[in-house]
């Protein structure tokens, strides 16, 4: 099997500028046999309505091919994944949602399941990042791009396709397309201001993740550290606002002043970054981070240099 596709590889495929280059990414993963099955310049819409049309299309058949490799007879695991992969992400939101009926899934079998899916790294945990480690706070996520996609969609979704209405799926796609899109695009961007820190100035970050609360309030989208667990420095912090027609803007930044003194560590020598998809207003005293930057992170990679 052809090794993934980095994010600017899948745009120079794909004839999309950055923007849409990340979009196709998020969808595809990079797999190869699926943006072969992209046109140049094709809009995301445009491509699931032909993809959705087709039983038989990459975009549809290679999630569960990949599934059935990696979990023959895995039932609880597949179950769990699923949870997560349709957006829960706390050990006790996914066992309410893997959970048959009114009898909740033992806490050993969820914790079992859970350890098979990070031993196979198709699911990640994340933890809060900075000076004070919260090893409790795990968030699960699933790891892989366009299986976070199909799970989240498709698989569910496979029956309307085999009666010929992935019309009625692509519409569910678009309904909350840019909430998913917003969550899903966290990880890739803080895998490319890791790739990136030396040349935005900061050689000392040896890792980027996010921070957030026992009640998620606030939530800080990205953190750079000196290093994993109990960092020494937080270097930079940051907001994503990933919308398709709004800037990041003085009320964003305003929110992120606000929040960011919550974060362990953080202090007057931690550099604000304002991370955008349409760009930053002027005036928002914040290093902003556009698709451009974001996909300089994977240029002149070698040929499988591409996201977790």
Same mark, same amino acid.
């Given at each position: ?9 899948? @745009? ?7 923007? =849409?280059? %990340? ?13 072969? *099955? #992209? ?13 959705l049309?087709?039983?038989?299309s990459?975009?549809?058949?290679? @999630? ?5 490799a990696?979990?023959?007879?895995? %039932?609880? &695991?597949?179950?769990? +994944?699923?949870? %997560?992969?349709?957006?829960?992400? !706390?050990?006790?939101g ?21 350890r ?17 480690p ?19 969609? +498709? &698989?569910?979704? +496979? ?5 010929g ?5 692509l ?10 899109? @917003? ?21 000392e970050? *040896?890792?980027?993740?996010? #921070? ?6 606030p939530e800080?989208d ?12 937080? %270097? ?22 606000r ?12 550099e ?5 998809? $349409?760009? $930053? ?8 981070? =556009? $698709?451009?930057?974001? +996909? !300089?992170? #994977? ?10």
């Open positions: 099997m052809l090794p993934p596709l980095n994010p600017a590889e899948v @745009g120079a495929m794909v004839g999309l500028p950055a923007a =849409g280059a %990340i979009d196709a990414y998020l969808v595809t993963g990079g797999l190869p046999l699926i943006c072969q *099955e #992209w046109g140049s310049g094709q809009s995301v819409e445009s491509f699931l309505a032909v993809s049309a087709d039983p038989t990459a975009l549809l058949v290679s @999630g569960e091919r990949s599934l059935a990696e979990f023959p007879g895995y %039932i609880q &695991a597949r179950t769990v +994944l699923a949870a %997560i992969g349709n957006g829960e992400r !706390t050990w006790s996914v066992r309410a949602a893997a959970s048959a009926g009114a009898e909740p899934m033992a806490a050993s079998s969820l914790t079992s399941a859970l098979l899916l990070e031993a196979k790294r198709v699911v990640a945990v994340d933890t809060p990042l900075s000076a004070r919260a090893a409790k706070e795990r968030r699960y996520r699933v790891a892989d791009p366009y299986l976070r996609f199909y799970l989240a969609y +498709l &698989a569910a979704g +496979l029956p309307l396709v085999e009666r209405r992935g019309d009625l799926l519409r569910q796609v678009k309904r909350s397309w840019y909430a998913w899109r @917003g969550r899903a695009v966290e990880p890739l961007i803080r895998e490319a201001l890791l790739r990136m820190a030396p040349e935005l100035g900061w050689p970050v *040896e890792a980027v993740g996010g #921070w957030w609360n026992r009640q998620n309030n800080i990205v953190v750079g550290a000196d290093r994993e667990g109990a960092a020494n420095r937080i %270097i930079f912090a940051g907001s994503i606002k990933w919308q398709s027609t709004q800037p990041f803007d003085q009320h964003d930044y305003a929110a992120l002043v929040d960011v003194t919550a974060v362990p560590g953080f202090d007057t020598s931690t604000l970054l304002a991370i955008s998809r $349409t760009g $930053t207003v002027a005036g928002v005293p914040a290093h902003s981070i =556009g $698709t451009e930057d974001l +996909l !300089t992170a #994977w240029r002149s990679l070698p040929r499988n240099g591409h996201p977790a």
